[in-house]
């Protein structure tokens, strides 16, 4: 009787596993082109330019907007056009924001970041679940993170230059675009 009652739990685990499969097809074969999502799912990465490494990744968006790519640890600020007016590589503080968009909520001209360091033109756009803001800012004396610090925070390190013009465009309520 024991192999009998695997079998039939084989069996519906099968049956429902095509089922959902099916499902997904239909559903994905009869939505609607527009209603496609911009951003790329937390799975999957935006296709990349491989001969041009630093252009705008493809399905980052459109409109006037901050794209931040967690993998390759670069900030676009792309204009209302579409146009990249500035790329800068950041320094990431080891807490990532999860893929998805997000707007600029909270702007600071500066403060002490959890690490100690003196920051300024701090632009906050998300939070960890235990309340740890997720920002961009650059130290005040320009130095960059190495790398072996144990303190994990949210601050996502840029260049003086990078952080004046980040400050400039990245006003309260700027999207922000993270993707992988």
Do not use: K, N, Q, W
């Given at each position: 009787m024991t192999s009998s009652s695997a079998g039939l739990v084989a069996g519906l685990m099968t049956a429902a596993i095509t089922t959902v499969g099916v499902l997904a097809w239909q559903a994905s074969a009869q939505s609607p082109d527009g209603l496609s999502n911009p951003l790329p799912t937390a799975a999957s990465k935006a296709p990349r330019d491989v001969k041009h490494p630093d252009a705008l990744p493809a399905n980052s968006g459109a409109g006037q907007?901050?794209?931040?790519?967690?993998?390759?640890?670069r900030v676009w600020l792309v204009d209302e056009t579409g146009k990249v007016t500035r790329t800068f590589r950041v320094y990431p503080g080891g807490v990532d924001p999860k893929p998805g968009a997000y707007v600029v909520s909270s702007r600071a001209g500066a403060v002490t970041a959890t690490d100690?360091?003196?920051?300024?033109?701090?632009?906050?756009?998300?939070?960890?679940?235990?309340?740890?803001?997720?920002?961009?800012?650059?130290?005040?004396n320009g130095a960059l993170p190495?790398?072996?610090t144990m303190v994990k925070t949210g601050g996502i390190r840029e260049t003086r230059p990078d952080g004046d013009a980040m400050w400039d465009f990245a006003t309260v309520g700027?999207?922000?675009?993270v993707i992988r």
């Open positions: 907007r901050v794209v931040y790519s967690v993998d390759d640890d100690g360091t003196h920051i300024e033109h701090v632009v906050r756009f998300a939070a960890t679940p235990d309340g740890m803001a997720i920002g961009f800012s650059a130290a005040v190495d790398g072996d700027r999207r922000v675009l």
